[in-house]
């Protein structure tokens, strides 16, 4: 699977922008598909991540009730819609497909993006 995350970009904060994952190869619909993020100098941390179906979502607590993750595997495609942005959103952005359990861990992800950057300013 090879992905191509998009639609990063600098908004003020309070702002919204939706990230999106694109997805080559018929097995998309396989995976788990989740995001997470990484500032200069930190660790890469899980954002959201949603099942193969889509019926299940995840999120991190820093996120939670303000980003929302989707998918179409149809389209062998994920989003990330981001809403009410604050300045500590501020970081490079990863889709990842995983084939593993613990959608929250960076070991379950199997492939990776090459990350979109979002800036959020204040």
């Known amino acids: 699977v090879q992905l191509q995350a998009s639609g990063g970009g600098l908004v003020q904060a309070g702002g919204s922008l939706r990230l999106s994952c694109a997805a080559s190869?018929?097995?998309?619909?396989?995976?788990?598909m989740g995001w997470f993020r990484q500032d200069p100098g930190k660790e890469r941390e899980f954002v959201a991540a949603i099942s193969w179906s889509g019926g299940n979502t995840y999120y991190a607590d820093s996120v939670k009730g303000r980003f929302t993750i989707s998918r179409d595997n149809a389209k062998n495609t994920v989003w990330l819609q981001m809403n009410s942005l604050k300045p500590e959103d501020t970081a490079v952005y990863y889709c990842a497909a995983s084939s593993g359990v613990v959608v929250t861990s960076l070991r379950s992800y199997d492939y990776w993006g090459q990350g979109t950057l979002v800036t959020v300013s204040s």
């Open positions: 190869g018929r097995t998309f619909s396989r995976y788990r």
